[in-house]
């Protein structure tokens, strides 16, 4: 899939410095930060589903019932 981004001057300049700062293309840069954005969101948001799951029922476990549980033990 293509992909085009139109951005003025001087973030073409900004992009293309910190690609090569970081030794990657444009392309990839971009790529990463999508993808870094994607999982940053995801991760929060599963975040916020544990912390209302807790709050409901706000039990916890050590690790040696969890792993008593699950037969690690």
């Known amino acids: 899939m293509t992909i085009s981004l139109r951005l003025n001057e001087k973030d073409s300049v900004l992009f293309k410095k910190y690609a090569e700062m970081k030794g990657v293309s444009v392309s990839e840069l971009i790529r ?3 993808l ?3 999982e940053d969101e995801y991760d929060l948001k ?3 589903k544990a912390m209302r ?3 409901a ?3 916890t476990f050590s ?3 969890v792993e ?3 037969g690690l033990q």
């Open 32 to 34: 990463q930060s999508v």
């Open 36 to 38: 870094e954005r994607i």
């Open 46 to 48: 599963a975040y916020e």
């Open 53 to 55: 799951e807790y709050q």
């Open 57 to 59: 029922n706000p039990t």
């Open 63 to 65: 690790l040696d019932e």
């Open 68 to 70: 008593k549980e699950l």
